[in-house]
């Protein structure tokens, strides 16, 4: 049996009630998180753009943009979704694949969903079918596909995305399978964006929702797809990882041991790979604040990077000090460091385009140096160490075992609702939302947590 086949076969038959009862409470968490991020990226120019770009193929009233009065088809809508909840990259990550899990799924179960006329229980339920795939298969070949200059969400999403389309059009497994095997073949997303702080990287799951989608018709209405997508000779880890994978990892304990327990909801809208480094950061800057010492004191910020991240957050050092795009800074380590220190904190607000040419900021990256460890496989699993030497020659430093917001430091409850608040226009109406979404599985039709969500912009 191939993995896709165990994929295929495991996500078809999978009920709500399988999961355990903390799990279900994560996944609706990551979905609250996901329609917050979503209706918080509505503002900027990729959604804008993604936006003006859907409504130029026709007009259909088949789902919903989230944040907005807008309909559209099924495929443009979880595309332009999707690009919503990753616009702000505040959206959520899995450290073990370092991918984004929910932007490319939730939007599908959600668009397919509401066509469909599914209940609650259904979209959640084929929503954490893709949040475990998406994450088995990133996880496979830690830092694989990134090493080769890919995007893992995008690799990965395309074929996760196909599942959630495929379990909600309830598709028989050969078609499922063949779905897979045609979703490989969208398989892609440069990384050049690191180069250039372009929004190509913001549109990657939106790619990947979309492509999911198309390909679930297409192997509906009769097209096939290689079964040995997965673990074939020109299969995704084969083709597009430069690292092994560990191919049985994919399917071992599946239903068993659930990796969508293990993705972070972000606390920064930030690089995932900066976390953790800027955790330390905060507790280094506690015990010398405490002491008086102002910024005008710091003379160096050290910290210990692992080398997959200092690749994406650290390289090349000159461009990072100095950003060139708000979605430069995001991916500049050193600048939002700097950017900490300074402010006291990483906001939505902290990466606008005036905010990223501040000298001050700019003036305190370049004091920031770092040296390359490595103790884990994935980089987002990382622990953080960080010191700050002062002037006159004293040191404050900061460790973590790891990020905020992980599995071993979940954001409570009450902080997740403040983090969906914030980024919706009405608060009064989105907390009656929240709660919605947080029992989603009781909704009768799914339709109408789409439209109150909808109102939220």
């Known amino acids: 049996m191939s993995t896709a086949q165990e994929l295929a076969e495991w ?3 999978l009920t709500w009630s399988d999961l355990p009862a903390s799990v279900q409470n994560i996944v609706k968490e990551h979905a609250l998180d996901g329609f917050g991020d979503a209706v918080g990226g509505r503002k900027t120019a990729v959604a804008k753009a ?11 009233s088949a789902a919903t943009i989230w944040g907005s009065n807008n309909k559209t088809s099924v495929p443009a809508a979880a595309f332009v979704n999707a690009i919503l909840i990753h616009a702000l990259d505040f959206d959520d990550t899995h ?9 490319p799924t939730l939007p599908v179960a959600m668009a397919l969903g509401e066509s469909l006329n599914a209940t609650g229980e259904e979209v959640i339920t084929a929503y954490a079918a893709g949040l475990e795939i998406i994450c088995r298969l990133g996880a496979a070949t830690p830092h694989g596909f990134h090493a080769r200059g890919l995007h893992a969400t995008q690799v990965c999403g395309t074929i996760a995305a196909a599942v959630v389309a495929a ?9 499922t399978v063949n779905a897979m095997g045609i979703a490989g073949s969208f398989s892609g997303g440069l990384l050049e964006f690191l180069n250039t702080g372009s929004s190509t990287k913001q549109i990657h799951p939106g790619i990947a929702a979309q492509g999911g989608i198309t390909a679930a018709n297409m192997a509906a209405n009769g097209a096939s797809g290689p079964e040995s997508v997965i673990e074939g000779q020109y299969g995704i880890f084969n083709a597009l990882s430069d690292r092994p994978a560990d191919f049985t990892s994919v399917t071992k304990d599946l239903g068993k041991d659930w990796q969508c327990a293990q993705i972070t909801i972000k606390p920064y809208p930030a690089c995932q790979l900066s976390h953790v480094t800027l955790d330390a950061v905060k507790i280094a800057w506690a015990s010398a604040k405490a002491t008086g010492v102002s910024i005008a004191e710091i003379a160096k910020i ?3 990077v692992h080398p997959d991240s200092a690749k994406i957050v650290c390289h090349p050092r000159n461009e990072k000090n100095e950003p060139k795009t708000p979605y430069d800074a995001k991916f500049s380590l050193p600048w939002s ?3 900490l220190l300074i402010d006291g904190a990483l906001v939505v607000d902290t990466f606008e385009p005036e905010s990223i040419k501040r000298p001050e900021v700019i003036s305190l990256a370049r ?7 490595s103790e884990v496989a994935a980089a987002a699993a990382a622990a953080g160490f960080v010191e700050i030497t002062t002037t006159d020659g004293r040191t404050f430093s900061g460790k973590v075992a790891s990020s905020a917001g992980g599995p071993n430091n979940r954001l409570i409850l009450a902080a997740l609702i403040e983090k969906f608040l914030l980024q919706c226009s009405n608060s009064q109406a989105a907390s009656a939302v929240a709660d919605e979404i947080l029992h989603i599985e ?4 799914i339709a109408t947590i789409a439209a109150k969500i909808a109102t939220l912009g």
């Open 95 to 103: 450290a073990g694949g370092l991918v984004h899990a929910t932007a």
């Open 367 to 373: 004091k920031f140096e770092y040296s390359e460890k």
């Open 442 to 445: 009781s909704a009768a039709q």
């Open 11 to 13: 996500a078809l038959k």
């Open 302 to 304: 050290s910290a210990i």
């Open 167 to 175: 379990k909600l059009m309830k598709l028989s497994v050969a078609q």
């Open 337 to 339: 460091v700097a950017a």
């Open 50 to 60: 993604a936006t003006a770009t859907v409504a130029q193929y026709g007009e259909s």
